[in-house]
């Protein structure tokens, strides 16, 4: 076995094979990608874009679940280290015609994969492949049903850092729909992990998960407390298919009581600035006047993703 | 340890000056190879009085042992504060040896654009090339045991000196 049993993503020298998760991933891997993505901003500002370091490599794109800005980005930073990219929304292919995600995977192996970046509504789908797959083959998580978004979670804490230089006096609110989100989970472990001293999660009771507080984040369900004096505003999607079930009155209600607002916004500090993970719901968890504000850099986190995809591809596909 | 004491780097960085001058001329481009490059590079621009700002490389993204070793851990950030296109470029490392780190910092520079001419300034060469490259501009040059690693480090005031690691280690 080339993985470590207990972290299998890492590899049996502690290095970074695929990237399923940023739970329990350690510290020196995460500054690592943080400060590998910082040079790779640097070479997208550059006349050529390109760095040849996934030359002949094959990327695929392997989506069992809708994505435009995760799947375009990591096709853009696959293209950037020169790698070729072959995309493929699974929804629409085999699995229809009742092909397993196990065979997919083993038939577009033996076209000569290097790299999967998967994207599934199943929690744990990229650990399955990771597990089937060769040696050789890199699997990167682009999302896992409630479980874990880390891609997603590491330009979250590169944007933090490019804004706020250090965590270690940080006060950082996560709002919204935690219960359903696997953006949420990736930002509170990353947090921790980067010593973030205090990460609060704003969010009615309904949308919380059960015992959140052992997860070592301090829980507010009145907004205007939660946000006061922050430094740092995530805002999560509320994903439109969850007020169909009872978890919540209305979109006009939750808007009301957790959409982030000018004068909500007001109560944190005055350089605090506002992330969301995108697609914006605007008038639902976020007001446009915010979005489009002097505070948001909602824009700025999509082009720092392609630097931090770079970053992720080009160190598990060297270890 | 090895049985011949390295020169004194402060002493080879003043000859390098010396021939460097005739040759560097108000739109030269100094560009120093992280880490020691940087260094050497920082004390000759400001020696040589150049006008164009000081530009720095990390050839970790260009590197042809990539596909052996991986991604260096420590990747800088590389900067070059002006137009390449056109100018008269002199690229500075600190140990001149198979060539491979320098012909990586010459593909990443055709990446900026189209330099009128590269040239190489290196504090040491200590021969072993594997590639066909050479330096214009070298302090000195010397012979080592092909099991020696040599290195820059810079002092806290600042001083330069050229030490002795073992490779592998």
Redesign the interface.
């Known amino acids: 076995m080339w993985l470590d049993p207990s972290n299998p993503q890492l590899n049996k020298n502690g290095?970074l094979h695929h990237l399923l998760t940023l739970e329990g991933l350690p510290a020196g891997i995460m500054w690592?990608i943080l400060?590998?993505a910082?040079?790779f901003?640097?070479?997208t500002q550059?006349?050529?874009k390109?760095?040849?370091?996934l030359r002949g490599k094959a990327v695929f794109n392997l989506f069992f679940e809708p994505s435009t800005r995760t799947r375009t980005t990591f096709e853009i930073a696959a293209k950037r280290l020169s790698a070729d990219v072959i995309n493929l929304a699974i929804n629409i292919s085999s699995a229809t015609k009742g092909e397993s995600v196990l065979d997919t995977v083993a038939n577009l192996a033996a076209m000569q994969a290097d790299m999967f970046i998967v994207r599934h509504a199943s929690s744990g789908a990229p650990y399955l492949i990771a597990k089937h797959v060769a040696p050789e083959i890199h699997v990167i998580n682009a999302g896992d049903g409630r479980h874990a978004h880390p891609t997603q979670g590491l330009l979250d804490m590169f944007t933090i850092r490019h804004y706020k230089k250090d965590f270690s006096s940080l006060k950082v609110a996560v709002v919204g729909d935690v219960l359903h989100s696997r953006v949420a989970r990736s930002h509170i472990h990353a947090l921790t992990t980067l010593g973030c001293p205090e990460i609060r999660v704003v969010a009615p009771k309904t949308l919380l998960p059960k015992a959140v507080e052992t997860l070592g984040v301090h829980v507010y369900h009145d907004m205007r407390q939660g946000l006061k004096d922050v430094d740092v505003v995530m805002m999560l999607r509320l994903q439109n298919e969850r007020m169909q079930s009872a978890l919540l009155a209305s979109a006009q209600e939750f808007y009301k009581y957790y959409g982030l607002t000018a004068d909500k916004l007001a109560l944190a500090k005055s350089d605090a600035i506002v992330l969301h993970p995108g697609p914006m719901n605007r008038g639902v968890e976020i007001d446009s006047s915010v979005a489009d504000g002097g505070q948001s850099v909602i824009l700025p986190q999509v082009t720092f993703g392609i630097a931090i995809r770079m970053a992720v591809m080009?160190?598990v596909a060297?270890? | 340890m090895p049985g011949q004491p390295l020169p004194d780097a402060e002493q080879l960085l003043q000859a390098l000056i010396e021939k460097m001058r005739p040759e560097a001329g108000p739109q030269t481009g100094l560009i120093g190879i992280h880490t020691g490059g940087v260094w050497l590079a920082e004390r000759l621009h400001q020696a040589l009085q150049l006008a164009v700002p000081l530009g720095s490389l990390?050839v970790?993204?260009?590197r042809d042992d990539?596909?052996k070793?991986?991604?260096h851990?420590?990747?800088?950030?590389?900067?070059i504060p002006f137009d390449v296109e056109g100018r008269q470029l002199i690229l500075v490392d600190d140990v001149l040896y198979t060539g491979r780190t320098i012909r990586a910092a010459m593909?990443?520079l055709f990446?900026?654009?189209r330099p009128a001419s590269i040239q190489l300034a290196a504090l040491v060469d200590r021969g072993g090339r594997e590639l066909p490259i050479a330096a214009q501009f070298v302090g000195a040059e010397i012979q080592v045991d092909p099991q020696q690693g040599i290195e820059l480090k810079r002092g806290e005031s600042g001083r330069l000196s050229l030490v002795f690691y073992t490779q592998g280690a």
């Open positions: 290095e690592q400060d590998t910082k040079s901003v640097g070479v550059r006349e050529v390109k760095v040849p370091l080009s160190i060297g270890n | 990390d970790s993204f260009y990539y596909e070793i991986g991604l851990k420590d990747v800088k950030r590389s900067d593909n990443e990446d900026y654009g």
